[in-house]
């Protein structure tokens, strides 16, 4: 029924909700061969594949590891063996243990804490840039935000934050940028073990000398011995600097074109701040930083009428999920002041993401002060462009002005 | 003797973490939409309902004083 299988076509890269709200309607649960896989894409289907971790896993490496020759496996055996012990690409038992280890870290009674210097670094950001009557939105400010958050939460010096962000974007290569590029687990392994070697050192400092960041406090449950092995330390560490660099940046840049293309709702959060709270998650549901998310089927079942195999890969399609009309009402309009709003933006299940508490607090400081200081900012007259990857809504730049 | 609490879960915010059920297990159960159910709000001491409501990363959980009526969780802040 469909002619366009490939999730990097330039019309899907622009405009996702319309392809994959497309399928939604017509083949809710489709075999796309390209892919090698299905794709979920109703509301109701996404909740149940995301929230049945039994039958659907979301340990990647088991995955990728089948398709792998055994010289291959060799040659990335260190991308595999951390990337199998990533929280994301992870199954229960190890998943409960690591998850139930950091979350008290990343609760919204704990990140709540962090507001008022998130508040500052907002608002040092847009002084650098309030003279200048213009920015490239991504570069000037919405990179640095979530950047500056988690460097400092995790205690990485502010020295070394742009090295870092570097070696997070090879490591991220596999799954998120360009896609089709050939040597990209090879960048991205490259990447990780840069960050591993950055890591060691600084864990090997919080042991002598312990401080009130996160990297101490994994340290501490390490030595504890029970609760977290040296690797998954690292893992950990370097799981947590990458989640924290480019979803954020790209749910800022996502809702502020989302923001201006429904001026009157801009306009509302400008003379209502209050209703900071539901316009944040209204932007997660209507144009959120994460396209889809993968999981393998553990075993034959049965999902909207089709029979899928046991070692078959799904994308669960949250941007298709987000705009189902059989869940929320006026599914393709932006409406700030949507309540109850349930998308999975940040999944569903076990694996909902552990920064969004977070990402929820960077985002509403940043679109209150945005709304407060550049009422009247614009997009400039450019084309939007999206980086080519199947599961990361990512601009490669955005100008505005004011 | 304890207070005595409400809770409840907000099923328009739960997607099934699981979190509270292995934080306070005596009080929380997953249903069969794998969502969160109080089963026993004496189930744990007060301590660990508490811990259960803060641990949840969508704020879900509401706690009372039952014969109060006052909040315990969340504070007006992240409710």
């Known amino acids: 029924m469909l002619v366009q299988d490939d999730l990097l076509a330039p019309e899907v890269l622009a405009d996702p909700y319309a392809y994959f709200g497309r399928i939604r309607e017509e083949d809710p649960v489709h075999w796309n061969d390209r892919w090698g896989g299905w794709l979920v894409t109703r509301y109701e289907d996404v909740v149940a594949v995301l929230r049945d971790h039994d039958r659907f896993s979301a340990d990647r490496m088991a995955s990728l590891v089948l398709e792998l020759t055994p010289q291959d496996r060799d040659r990335l055996s260190l991308l595999i063996n951390y990337f199998s012990k990533w929280l994301v690409f992870t199954d229960p038992p190890y998943h409960t243990r690591v998850r139930m280890l950091i979350n008290k870290a990343f609760t919204p009674t704990s990140v709540e804490r962090l507001r008022p210097r998130v508040r500052q670094i907002v608002d040092e950001l847009l002084s650098q840039v309030a003279a200048r009557g213009h920015m490239e939105f991504i570069h000037d400010f919405s990179f640095h935000l979530p950047v500056i958050v988690i460097s400092e939460y995790l205690g990485v010096p502010p020295e070394d934050r742009e090295q870092v962000k570097e070696w997070s974007d090879e490591t991220s290569r596999i799954f998120f940028i360009r896609a089709d590029e050939p040597d990209r687990r090879e960048r991205s392994q490259q990447g990780l073990q840069r960050l591993l070697e950055y890591f060691e050192p600084l864990i090997h400092d919080r042991r002598r000398h312990p401080r009130d960041d996160l990297i101490t406090a994994l340290v501490q449950a390490e030595e504890r011995g029970d609760l977290l092995s040296h690797e998954e330390l690292l893992a950990t560490c370097t799981v947590l600097i990458f989640a924290g660099h480019e979803t954020t940046t790209n749910l800022l840049a996502n809702g502020l074109v989302a923001f201006m293309a429904h001026r009157q709702q801009w306009d509302l959060l400008r003379e209502n701040p209050s209703l900071i709270r539901p316009a944040v998650e209204e932007l997660l549901r209507y144009d959120g930083p994460v396209k889809a998310t993968f999981r393998w089927a553990k075993q034959d079942s049965e999902l909207g009428g089709k029979a899928i195999g046991a070692g078959d890969r799904l994308l669960a399609v949250l941007a298709a999920a987000n705009r189902d009309p059989r869940k929320f009402q006026r599914p393709d309009e932006l409406d700030i002041a949507r309540t109850p709003n349930p998308h999975v933006a940040f999944g569903h299940g076990i694996h909902i993401c552990l920064g969004a508490p977070l990402a929820r607090l960077e985002a509403q400081e940043a679109f209150l002060a945005l709304s407060q200081r550049f009422p009247h900012i614009r997009l400039a007259d450019r084309p939007l462009e999206y980086h080519r990857t199947i599961v990361a809504r990512a601009l490669k730049e955005l100008w505005v002005e004011w | ?79």
């Open chain 2, 1 to 79: 003797m304890a207070r005595r609490l409400r809770i409840w879960v907000d099923y328009d915010r739960c997607v099934g973490s699981g979190i509270c059920v292995l934080t306070a297990p005596g009080v929380f159960r997953l249903n069969e939409d794998r969502q969160s159910s109080v089963v026993d709000p004496a189930g744990e001491v007060e301590e660990k309902v508490l811990e259960a409501a803060q641990g949840c990363p969508q704020t879900a959980i509401f706690v009372e004083d039952a014969d109060t009526g006052q909040r315990l969780f969340p504070p007006p802040e992240l409710a």
